[in-house]
């Protein structure tokens, strides 16, 4: 999977408007189009708050679709896990029983 089409499928994913994702990193609109139709390469400081604003590792962006959706899934499930602060060790039982259910 190419770089914009990974930006892409992470932004739909978590059900991020282009726009909003556009505004919140501060470029156009029609710029990040182009960036998520592998038109445009984006700078590395671009990917960066590209990454930080999809809440994801910078290194995610270059995973293939196959990658990113175990990833997301993860990180999804353990957020509604986790809406309070739970004890580490908690945390790390859910983890434990995630990794052999999936």
């Given at each position: 999977?190419?770089?914009?089409?990974?930006?892409?499928?992470?932004?739909?994913?978590?059900?991020?408007k282009q726009n909003e994702l556009a505004k919140s990193i501060g470029i156009n609109n029609s710029y990040l189009s182009q960036i998520e139709s592998n038109n445009r390469i984006p700078t590395?400081?671009?990917?960066?708050?590209?990454?930080?604003?999809?809440?994801?590792?910078?290194?995610?962006?270059?995973?293939?679709?196959?990658?990113?959706?175990?990833?997301?899934?993860?990180?999804?499930?353990y957020n509604s896990h986790f809406k309070l602060n739970i004890p580490y060790d908690e945390r790390v039982k859910f983890i434990n029983n995630y990794i052999k259910t999936n």
């Amino acid at each position: 999977m190419k770089l914009g089409t990974a930006i892409k499928s992470i932004r739909k994913i978590k059900g991020i408007k282009q726009n909003e994702l556009a505004k919140s990193i501060g470029i156009n609109n029609s710029y990040l189009s182009q960036i998520e139709s592998n038109n445009r390469i984006p700078t590395v400081d671009l990917l960066d708050k590209i990454a930080i604003d999809l809440k994801v590792p910078l290194y995610v962006l270059f995973k293939t679709y196959t990658d990113i959706n175990p990833f997301i899934k993860f990180e999804n499930d353990y957020n509604s896990h986790f809406k309070l602060n739970i004890p580490y060790d908690e945390r790390v039982k859910f983890i434990n029983n995630y990794i052999k259910t999936n």
